[in-house]
């Protein structure tokens, strides 16, 4: 077979690759024009077990007759310069993504108005400035939250995959008005268990692979997370809960299950109030007590307002 190369081989390489038709290209002709040939094939076929396949379309080569003819075009020495041809910067695609969901996302905080999540852990001067500076995450922080998030998704959409609960409620807001305050909840899922006809509240965390063997160690759900769920259960009236760890780099899952405590809910309303008075008096919260200052290691991104207001 004889054919003489088009001036711009790049579309009849991939046209027989990709359709599969036999080329008619001869390999010689293909060796002579040699480096200049090499990123058209290179590019469009992606790699060498692609290149490797398409030589096998020429007639009477052997596997040793194919890596010697990719040897001779330089396959080897040249794949920097073809690898960067392939580079694409996703950072920069990410960014857009986050900026994009920045720009969407319209909470404003409002007095009176307060989430179980950011009141469960213990420092308040915290809760006040994610009411009076809100700030957006951190960008190095963004993706470790949206691998949370499509972890919730993608366990909130199995629990319906599982005959043995019902899924009565996913990822829907509910509001528990007590006095001056409104606790704005967002649940992960509400499900009965049919044998038990028993109705409970699901609370998925992603954690860690540390922090989840810590659960696992010392068997019991962190307090914050057991105060959160204790708004849930009283703003569903609701006496049981199931808190689900995830382990975010295994998959490992550990369940417990949680009873409503009217004490621990106290807890929480309790701090809600005090938030409260100190907003609308303007007056900042103390620092956190020192046995809770494992909050100011990771936990709270307003470090730097905090040291400037000093301790008050
Ligand atoms: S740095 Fe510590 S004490 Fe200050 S607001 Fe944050 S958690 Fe509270």
Known sequence: MKFTLPKDPRPRILGSSVTGHEPEVRLDEVLAAGMDLLPAIV???LDFA??????????GLNDRQIDRAIRQLGFRWEVEPIIDLLVWDFEKTLDQIFEAEDAEDRWQPTLGEYHPSALCLPCLRSAYFKHAKPKKAPR??????K???LIHDWAEQGLSLDGTIDVLEVEKAHTLSIRNIDWHCRIDALIRIKEENLIAVVDFKTTSPGAFHRRLKENVPQEHHLLQLMVYLRALDVGTGFIVYINKSSGETKTFKVYYDPLMYRVM???AEALHHYLVSEKLPPRVESRDAWQCDGYCDHVEECKEAGKQ
Do not use: Q, S, T
């Open 43 to 45: 590019v469009n076929l």
């Open 50 to 59: 692609a290149i490797h396949e398409f030589l096998h379309h020429f007639e």
């Open 140 to 145: 190095e922080k963004k993706p470790i939250f």
């Open 147 to 149: 691998i949370g998030d």
């Open 269 to 271: 309303a309790d701090r």
